[in-house]
């Protein structure tokens, strides 16, 4: 079965500072990945997404997350977070085949301090 | 790109009355779409597959009694909560497959009073 960990449910960081969040996934196959924003009373804006082509994917805002298939990780990474970023972050697997749900990280809560 | 939309965006009802949510692809078809629940302060989990001409598929733990997903043509799925009680107030979204890529949509907030 298909499943993410997010390993931070928090994490506070200083605005300028790099930002990381890790997420681990464990799929039986090749998965597409993917991070998710949310900020608060909003919905579901997509931020990046692997798809098996190049391992280090850039996705909107600054962001961006590199695929490890030895560690089975697709941690996301800021080199400079921003207020705006504060917001839930969720790492997300597809299901076992393709058009089926995807499957949600429990998500980690961004803050950003001036 | 393709769009799905959700309505209401917004919706308060009284503890027994019920509450029917639409989801539309805009601009695609849809033979499947998901319907995810989101409690405050929580991650989104699927409540159930919604399948165009047949029945849904429920996860488990979820009352399909309660929460009735029709999908009646391959452009709208709709949810709709019954007997609505303080503890279905929740953050429901909805989404749709197109091709390789999953889209979400606005997402309703239901409040029940």
């Known amino acids: 079965a298909q499943s993410v960990t997010q390993l931070d449910s928090h994490v506070s960081v200083s605005e300028g500072t790099p930002v990381l969040l890790r997420c681990n996934y464990s799929s039986s196959y090749s998965p597409s990945l993917f991070w998710y924003v949310q900020h608060p009373n909003k919905g579901l804006q997509l931020l990046l997404k692997y798809t098996s082509a190049a391992t280090l994917v850039k996705g909107i805002n600054g962001f961006e997350a590199e695929f490890k298939k030895s560690e089975t990780s697709f941690h996301l990474t800021k080199p400079s977070a921003h207020m705006s970023d504060a917001a839930e972050y969720f790492c997300v697997v597809s299901g076992a085949q393709a058009g089926t749900a995807l499957i949600f990280g429990k998500g980690t809560t961004l803050s950003v301090s001036s | 790109g393709a769009v799905v939309s959700q309505h209401p965006s917004r919706v308060i009802c009284k503890s027994g009355t019920s509450v029917k949510i639409e989801c539309r692809s805009l601009?695609?078809?849809?033979?499947?779409m998901f319907w995810y629940r989101q409690f405050p302060k929580k991650s989104l989990m699927l409540m159930a597959t919604s399948n165009e001409g047949s029945k849904a598929t429920y996860e488990q733990g979820v009352e399909k009694d309660k929460f009735l997903i029709n999908h009646a043509s391959l452009t709208l799925s709709t949810l709709t909560v019954t007997s609505a009680h303080p503890e279905d107030s929740s953050f429901y979204i909805c989404?749709?497959?197109?091709?390789?890529?999953?889209?979400f949509g606005e997402g309703s907030w239901l409040t029940v009073v």
């Open positions: 989404s749709a497959p197109a091709g390789n890529t999953i889209y």
């Open positions: 601009d695609f078809q849809a033979t499947t």
